[in-house]
DNA sequence: TCATTCTTCCAAACCGCTTTGAATCAGAAG
DNA sequence: CTTCTGATTCAAAGCGGTTTGGAAGAATGA
């Protein structure tokens, strides 16, 4: 059933029909109320390619997210967001366009979804540190808004993102405070916009109090059960091991949690483990009585703030940038204790 | 740049430009190579929306995620799922359009699909028991490919489907093998079709060899760690513990080995430990040396076969339904091990 | 040489909707 | 009884492509 079809079977005009159901004024009560139901009887739905071509409008919008080169990893944290920023679009009816590009073809893919014409803007995921994405949308000229920041130039774009300095920066002085002072950082690919911040963070507050931090605690990398698990195995096997454990995501901390287990020590008394919790709904840290310690931030909730601005963005038309810092919550959960006593292997008295 | 506007700069007819660029057999080689030099080098590209109002084709594809209801939990499969079908679609020049549904909407979002004429088929995931979806995508009548099978009429839509139920078998009668006669089962929730077929499986093992299979040692619900560790930490209490499991997931798999621990306990040689695994990117089973024996059935791998499907049907025109059934791996890994000898404690000797 | 057949290109219609500009009609004002 | 105004409605021109039905020119055959 075409516009023109119902406009027939009512004996009026496309126009007519067309504004009626759309809203406009110039349109008597009494009409418009005759085509509503019209509509509703024959099921009528606009053809949405056809308005579009017509209105300049795509009502979709474009999330590329990137397949880094090498290792296919798909990022996890992917499918929370999107079911934030879903729920938005869906009542504003917009529809999602997911591409999976591998890196080398972003470009390509970005330019495309402007040139032909199938979304009215695009979020970014996953920024890196200084990622040319960025100007390269500036310059194709679509709104966009970024999950996360590049490292630099963070005024002339649009963000949401969450505050990972300060989380990290926090869960490091609540186990300074505790008196861990070899405290180890397990963290994502540090080439990542948020593995950086996080970084600066441990070591700020480190710096904060006039404390060391120690490179040799300090591991990056994908984030995995197994990496996390094999990267604490090797540091808690040490001469000098640490006391405390930040780490990146649950992912990594159930490996941490394994690596703690098998050297026979109790997370929370032995070690102490602080972790971020990006509070995937597959992935929950316990519920009301967590598990892990963690810095907590929902990431479905970042998806709903970051649609939220993109479709405010192209609605006003306004390329002012703006943006939004989430501040994760610290949640205290059972795996985190004051630092074991000092015992001093070499010197006995 | 449009079509009409590249076709002024070339001194041609946009219809010519049209037939050159898409390889109509109507345009002399010598144009048709001019025709392509200047759509490189204006950088033109057809835009989408127009394109298919013309050819009627939408060039997407739709998939359509339930939300379940109550629990809000994303799937973490469709990460990989999704990777694997863009990787087709990209290849094939289709786009891929995504929408989260809570499940009481399920049905109005298929038929604004297809009135809306955005795609040209559909994706169906996470199909239950007698999955109503199916014949509401039948009556509407556009393509799809099912991601599972509902329970049953196997015979009239297309899937891709996992052998769940061999799967299962094989597992189970591995550890049967093995001495074991108290097997759990830790198992999805048994409203999903896959669910319903891994337990078939699972008894169906037992029946083969004339074997008990105990209610009280079956369970399903959530996929989640915390279930895999509660309901396990539950069983290996009893006076009558399994000495084997088995169970649908590696995130489950991950809570399971944690109960193993805690009840001092050593997987693989106290308690075996099959699970399935859908070697997702972000949870591997080990590489090498897998952790978890397991049923390996990579759903990245599905993705690509059911987008390759669908576009096939599309692309034939034919309807009729096509089907695939993808055996898995039995991959050997370190959690498993004979029975453990039975030890009577009721009446020593 | 002229009719015939390809080749190659083009004008115009169309896809289904929105939107501009104009037409129609009823009631108010003069 | 005109004229004007405001409220409704409509015809037609896009949006940017594809596709049908010729038309012009070149090549072929008699």
New binding site residues.
């Given amino acids: ?7 027939k079977a009512l ?12 809203g ?9 109320r005759k085509v509503q139901a019209a509509a509703e009887a024959y099921g ?8 579009s ?4 409008r795509a009502m979709a919008i474009g999330h590329v997210i990137p397949l880094a080169s090498g290792h296919e990893m798909v990022n996890p944290v992917f499918a929370d967001f999107i079911a934030g920023a879903g729920e938005v679009y869906s009542k504003s009816g917009y529809d999602m366009l997911i591409s999976i590009v591998p890196e080398a073809e972003q470009a390509r893919a970005y330019e495309e979804f402007k ?1 032909k ?1 199938s979304v009215d803007g695009i979020i970014v995921h996953a920024p890196r540190e200084g990622d040319r994405r960025i100007s390269l949308l500036k310059s194709v000229g679509i709104p966009f808004v970024v999950h996360g920041r590049a490292s630099e130039s963070d005024e002339s774009y649009s963000w949401v993102d969450m505050n990972n300095l300060r989380a990290f920066q926090r869960a490091t002085a609540f186990l300074l405070d505790l008196g861990h002072r070899r405290i180890a950082l397990i963290n994502g690919l540090e080439n990542m916009d948020f593995a950086i911040r996080r970084r600066a963070g441990f070591e700020a507050a480190h710096d904060a109090q006039g404390l060391r931090h120690f490179d040799d605690l300090k591991v990056s990398g994908e984030m995995t059960e197994q990496f996390g698990h094999d990267r604490t195995r090797d540091m808690l096997g040490r001469d000098d091991p640490p006391t405390a454990i930040i780490a990146s995501s649950m992912i990594l901390a159930i490996g941490i949690r394994r690596a703690i287990r098998e050297a026979g020590l109790e997370m929370g008394r032995d070690v102490s483990l602080i972790i971020h919790d990006d509070d995937l709904s597959y992935l929950p840290n316990g519920g009301d009585d967590p598990i892990f310690t963690a810095t907590r931030s929902s990431v479905r909730e970042a998806g709903r703030r970051a649609a939220t601005m993109l479709l405010d963005i192209i609605a006003s038309g306004s390329d002012a940038p703006r943006s939004e810092l989430l501040e994760a919550e610290l949640i205290l959960g059972q795996s985190t204790g004051p630092a074991p006593a000092q015992v001093s292997i070499t010197e006995p008295t």
Same sequence: chains 1, 2.
């Fill in positions: 059933m075409t516009l023109k079809e119902l406009a004996g009026l005009s496309p126009t007519t029909v067309s504004r009626a159901l759309n406009f004024p110039e349109v008597s009560d009494a009409t418009r009528y739905r606009p053809n949405m390619r056809a308005r071509l017509a209105t300049g040139s014409g």
